[in-house]
């Protein structure tokens, strides 16, 4: 019976199983898209219980319903945050050493850390092996590639261009001592979260999230700055900009646009 149980529980999580071993090369950033959006889940519930659910018991709030669903995702991001953030973590270590360790010129360093680099390429998976494969080719080290392993500079460039694939955006370039702007994967996370905050936030300015009543649309901004201060009342009609809801935009904005690749003015100088 325990061998049939076993079987059957196999059985029902093997297509998630097969699907996740097949996304080997992606873990990195999964595991960092759902640490964020568990965060994300947390701090909104900080936030809720903090400033709006004061006045929760109040008929007319158009924050009561939202209660449930808050529990709901504290529950979840701090569940994500227990198990996901440790293995994204652990992850992130073995991405940060193999960086460090494709960063050296020394051929001795290199043959030294090779079971450390093999360790993280196993993990990572994807285009590492060729990375670290080229980078032993360019030390001397071996003569050629290995057959049927070929170097791919910027993976996913030709589905999104240059910004998708991207290995040198502006924040890596702004802080170039910390190697997890330089990975492409990270560099989504980072764009992909500023851009959905930008357009939750613009969104609300413009046309509102908050009701009147329960029965009438969502047609009232949320008034953060009125939050914050403890104002006698927390939406307003919409459009309406307040101060703190525009400097999270501005802060989103600059996010996404420090994202982007950065310009490649040296190669432009050559050629003139």
Same mark, same amino acid.
């Given at each position: 019976m325990?061998?049939?149980?076993k079987?059957k529980k196999?059985?029902l999580?093997q297509p998630?199983?097969d699907?996740w071993?097949?996304?080997?090369d992606?873990?990195?950033v999964l595991?960092?898209?759902?640490f964020?959006?568990?965060?994300?889940? +947390?701090v909104?519930a900080?936030?809720?219980?903090?400033?709006?659910?004061?006045?929760?018991?109040?008929?007319?709030?158009?924050?009561a319903?939202w209660?449930?669903?808050?529990?709901?995702g504290a529950?979840?991001?701090?569940?994500?945050t227990i198990?996901?953030a440790?293995e994204?973590?652990?992850y992130l270590?073995?991405y940060?050493? +193999?960086?460090?360790?494709l960063a050296?010129?020394s051929?001795?360093?290199?043959?030294?850390?090779?079971a450390?680099?093999r360790?993280a390429?196993k993990?990572? &998976? &994807?285009h590492?092996?060729?990375?670290f494969e080229?980078?032993?080719v360019?030390l001397?080290?071996r003569k050629?590639?290995?057959?049927g +392993?070929?170097? /791919?500079e910027?993976?996913?460039?030709q589905l999104?261009?240059?910004w998708w694939?991207?290995?040198s955006?502006?924040l890596?370039?702004?802080?170039?001592?910390v190697?997890?702007f330089k990975?492409?994967?990270i560099?989504?996370i +980072?764009a992909?979260?500023? /851009?959905?905050?930008? /357009?939750?936030?613009?969104?609300?300015?413009v046309h509102?999230?908050?009701?009147?009543?329960?029965?009438s649309s969502?047609?009232?901004?949320?008034?953060l700055?009125?939050?914050?201060?403890?104002a006698?009342y927390?939406a307003?009609?919409?459009?309406?900009?307040?101060? /703190? &809801?525009?400097?999270?935009?501005?802060f989103?904005?600059?996010i996404?646009?420090?994202?982007?690749?950065t310009?490649d003015?040296s190669?432009?100088?050559?050629?003139?």
């Amino acid at each position: 019976m325990v061998r049939s149980r076993k079987k059957k529980k196999k059985s029902l999580f093997q297509p998630l199983t097969d699907w996740w071993d097949e996304q080997r090369d992606r873990h990195l950033v999964l595991l960092g898209m759902l640490f964020t959006l568990g965060t994300m889940m +947390l701090v909104w519930a900080i936030v809720f219980f903090a400033f709006l659910s004061s006045n929760v018991q109040q008929e007319t709030n158009e924050w009561a319903k939202w209660s449930t669903l808050t529990w709901v995702g504290a529950f979840l991001g701090l569940v994500s945050t227990i198990f996901i953030a440790p293995e994204f973590f652990h992850y992130l270590a073995h991405y940060n050493t +193999l960086q460090e360790i494709l960063a050296t010129d020394s051929r001795a360093e290199l043959a030294q850390r090779e079971a450390e680099a093999r360790d993280a390429v196993k993990l990572l &998976g &994807g285009h590492w092996l060729a990375r670290f494969e080229s980078k032993k080719v360019e030390l001397g080290m071996r003569k050629s590639m290995p057959a049927g +392993l070929e170097l /791919i500079e910027s993976e996913g460039g030709q589905l999104l261009g240059s910004w998708w694939g991207t290995e040198s955006s502006r924040l890596s370039e702004r802080f170039q001592n910390v190697e997890m702007f330089k990975d492409s994967g990270i560099n989504r996370i +980072l764009a992909g979260t500023s /851009i959905v905050g930008l /357009i939750f936030f613009l969104w609300n300015a413009v046309h509102g999230v908050a009701r009147e009543t329960e029965a009438s649309s969502r047609n009232m901004t949320v008034d953060l700055t009125a939050i914050v201060t403890g104002a006698e009342y927390n939406a307003t009609w919409a459009p309406h900009f307040d101060l /703190i &809801g525009g400097m999270l935009m501005i802060f989103f904005g600059t996010i996404l646009y420090m994202t982007s690749p950065t310009p490649d003015d040296s190669s432009s100088d050559e050629e003139e």
